[in-house]
């Protein structure tokens, strides 16, 4: 049966309250398009935006072909991040806040001046860029069943929290690609990457994402946080868990979990 975008909006808001799985909107919706899901996952937005909470940046998934073909997308994609869901290294994090805890590890970039597809390049992202630091994102997997790519779209891609490191760095001359990253659960080392695993270079993330958000009339903004896929494969701590990524030059991200 056809999607009605209120009622949609309607029972995310209410699964995201509730912190209980909750059935996926193609189950009763088969027909759900990419543009149907990012159409409600705009109106999803405005609905949390009017119930207090603020937009700080925004974050790509799915950017590696597996996961594009696993849920039936053929590019990556993007949804917004909230103030009510950022956290600083070493904060402790409720467990609590999700239905179903992910990590993954991230590179984040903080723009020191708007950015707006189309037309972006790797290389006029970078020009817009005010530096990059180590992250996690804490993504949820709030739906039972099979959900697929269209069903993250329209409930934001996971989006739950984020945790940034720090200092910020700057990172015009540095090859992006080259960043590895050591990933550590309760003080052992449990898997390390590089940066390259993300499009090649983060830069393309974030250059796709910048016109991915101009096709649809958006656009990054001074002071915003980008996210831009995730480096590592998906972890799952659990409460009691403390973890930390270290950078080769970007520094580290840690937090705990309660």
């Known amino acids: 049966m056809p999607i009605v975008v209120s009622d949609a909006v309607q ?30 996952q705009r109106a999803l937005e405005k609905a ?15 950017t590696n072909a597996t996961l594009q073909e696993t849920y039936g997308v053929s590019e990556p994609v993007l949804g917004f991040l909230l103030a009510s869901g950022v956290f600083g290294s070493g904060d402790a994090v409720p467990a609590s806040r999700f239905v179903s805890l992910g990590l993954e590890v991230e590179m984040a970039f903080v723009m ?14 970078l020009l817009a860029v005010e530096g990059a630091v180590p992250s996690f994102e804490l993504i949820d997997f709030r739906m039972s069943g099979k959900p697929r790519g269209t069903d993250f779209v329209a409930d934001g891609v996971l989006a739950n929290a ?7 760095t700057p990172v015009s001359g540095l090859d992006l690609s080259l960043e590895g990253v050591v990933y550590e659960e309760n003080g052992q080392r449990v898997a390390t990457a590089t940066a390259a695993e993300v499009m090649g270079n983060p830069l393309n993330s974030l250059a796709w994402l910048a016109n991915a958000l101009g096709k ?43």
Do not use: H
């Open 216 to 258: 649809m009339g958006g656009r990054l903004r001074a002071g915003d946080v980008v996210l831009t896929g995730s480096i590592s494969k998906v972890f799952r701590p659990k409460a009691g868990d403390s973890v930390r990524a270290s950078f080769t030059r970007l520094g580290s991200v840690s937090c705990r979990f309660v």
């Open 112 to 125: 020191k001046a708007a950015l707006e597809g189309p037309g972006v390049t790797p290389a006029s992202a």
């Open 11 to 40: 029972r995310l808001v209410k699964n995201r309250a509730s912190r209980e799985l909750a059935p996926p909107l193609s189950e009763t919706a088969a027909d759900l398009t990419l543009e149907q899901g990012y159409a409600i």
């Open 162 to 168: 984020i945790v940034l490191g720090g200092p910020l």
């Open 48 to 62: 949390l935006v009017e119930r207090g909470d603020r937009v700080v940046g925004w974050k790509a998934g799915f």
